[in-house]
């Protein structure tokens, strides 16, 4: 058997997947839920970035825009999307799909995972991005800060993560529990108390909470900085404050207006986050998904239609 054939094979054999994918694709997109909360989440983007475009530097700034989306409040329109696809009322239109149509129930379920997870991660990326262009790209009042295109990528890619991580826990107990309320629940009476309890340790790789704080130091990071290349960087951050100061009184001196000065958030200026690394915040949230969609998949599969 040449590859055109094992090629054309597989692609039959994906055409339920695909089929299934563009459907939940098509209704979660035309649906009033993630409509609202597209435009919700670029409304609160938007006066987050009016608020403090001339008190925050860039870093700030940036994570003060991420922070709804990994602790308040879009965590409760992941959680929704995540539970629906297996409990509630479709379970029963699910079970006359499966049985009368040649879909397996993993690829049903591998289907529309990835639906929820494309549409949650698109509308994170079509309103973030933009926002954080406009940040780095802008002449602000404030000084500019030392945010590098890695950091961006990197900090882009672990609040996706999380994302991934919660719509595949809503999966998870919406598919053992099958009542999207008690699902829903469940998981906010649960998640939330063990994100703060982990935050109290500072573990990015494991609290929400602890990550929004660790993402100002993260997207400060160059691809490979020593040692020598941070105090370096620290120095200059210290030499702009310095310079900032003598213009400011040179200014007021001669009666001019003071250049407004950027504020540190105590929140999002953390010193404790100084050893931040993206390999564990990986493994932190990338495990506990894949397990979290196995267990979906092996749960699913046991249980009577």
Same mark, same amino acid.
Do not use: C
């Given at each position: 058997?040449?590859?055109?054939?094992?090629?054309?094979?597989?692609?039959?054999?994906?055409?339920?997947?695909?089929?299934?994918?563009?459907?939940?694709?098509?209704?979660? /997109?035309?649906?009033?839920?993630?409509?609202?909360?597209?435009?919700?989440?670029?409304?609160?983007?938007?006066?987050?970035?009016?608020?403090?475009?001339?008190?925050?530097?860039?870093?700030?700034?940036?994570?003060?825009?991420?922070?709804?989306?990994?602790?308040?409040?879009?965590?409760?329109?992941?959680?929704?999307?995540?539970?629906?696809?297996?409990?509630?009322?479709?379970?029963?239109?699910?079970?006359?799909?499966?049985?009368?149509?040649?879909?397996?129930?993993?690829?049903?379920?591998?289907?529309? /995972?990835?639906?929820?997870?494309?549409?949650?991660?698109?509308?994170?990326?079509?309103?973030?991005?933009?926002?954080?262009?406009?940040?780095?790209?802008?002449?602000?009042?404030?000084?500019?800060?030392?945010?590098?295109?890695?950091?961006?990528?990197?900090?882009?890619?672990?609040?996706?993560?999380?994302?991934?991580?919660?719509?595949?826990?809503?999966?998870?107990?919406?598919?053992?529990?099958?009542?999207?309320?008690?699902?829903?629940?469940?998981?906010?009476?649960?998640?939330?108390?063990?994100?703060?309890?982990?935050?109290?340790?500072?573990?990015?790789?494991?609290?929400?909470?602890?990550?929004?704080?660790?993402?100002?130091?993260?997207?400060?990071?160059?691809?490979?900085?020593?040692?020598?290349?941070?105090?370096?960087?620290?120095?200059?951050?210290?030499?702009?404050?310095?310079?900032?100061?003598?213009?400011?009184?040179?200014?007021?001196?001669?009666?001019?207006?003071?250049?407004?000065?950027?504020?540190?958030?105590?929140?999002?200026?953390?010193?404790?986050?100084?050893?931040?690394?993206?390999?564990?915040?990986?493994?932190?949230?990338?495990?506990?998904?894949?397990?979290?969609?196995?267990?979906?998949?092996?749960?699913?599969? /046991?249980?009577?239609?």
């Amino acid at each position: 058997m040449d590859s055109g054939d094992k090629i054309s094979k597989l692609g039959t054999r994906m055409m339920p997947y695909l089929a299934i994918l563009r459907h939940d694709l098509g209704t979660l /997109w035309s649906s009033r839920l993630v409509r609202l909360w597209l435009a919700a989440t670029a409304l609160l983007t938007f006066f987050l970035v009016a608020a403090n475009w001339t008190q925050f530097q860039d870093a700030p700034l940036i994570a003060s825009v991420l922070f709804p989306y990994l602790v308040f409040p879009w965590f409760f329109v992941v959680v929704v999307l995540g539970v629906s696809p297996v409990s509630g009322s479709r379970s029963e239109a699910l079970a006359d799909g499966i049985l009368s149509r040649p879909v397996s129930r993993w690829e049903y379920l591998l289907a529309t /995972w990835s639906a929820r997870v494309a549409v949650v991660l698109g509308a994170y990326l079509v309103v973030v991005v933009p926002a954080i262009v406009v940040v780095t790209l802008a002449d602000r009042p404030v000084r500019d800060d030392s945010v590098s295109v890695y950091g961006i990528i990197s900090v882009l890619f672990a609040v996706g993560l999380v994302l991934t991580f919660l719509v595949s826990l809503g999966f998870l107990v919406g598919t053992l529990l099958r009542k999207p309320l008690l699902a829903v629940v469940v998981l906010i009476f649960v998640w939330y108390p063990i994100g703060l309890i982990l935050s109290i340790f500072s573990l990015e790789q494991f609290s929400p909470v602890s990550l929004s704080r660790a993402v100002s130091t993260q997207l400060r990071q160059s691809w490979r900085q020593s040692t020598e290349e941070a105090e370096a960087a620290g120095n200059m951050q210290d030499m702009q404050q310095f310079s900032e100061q003598v213009g400011n009184l040179f200014s007021r001196l001669s009666g001019g207006p003071a250049r407004p000065k950027a504020s540190k958030p105590k929140f999002f200026e953390n010193k404790e986050f100084e050893d931040f690394s993206l390999f564990r915040v990986t493994l932190g949230y990338g495990l506990p998904t894949i397990a979290a969609v196995i267990l979906a998949m092996l749960s699913f599969y /046991w249980r009577d239609l």
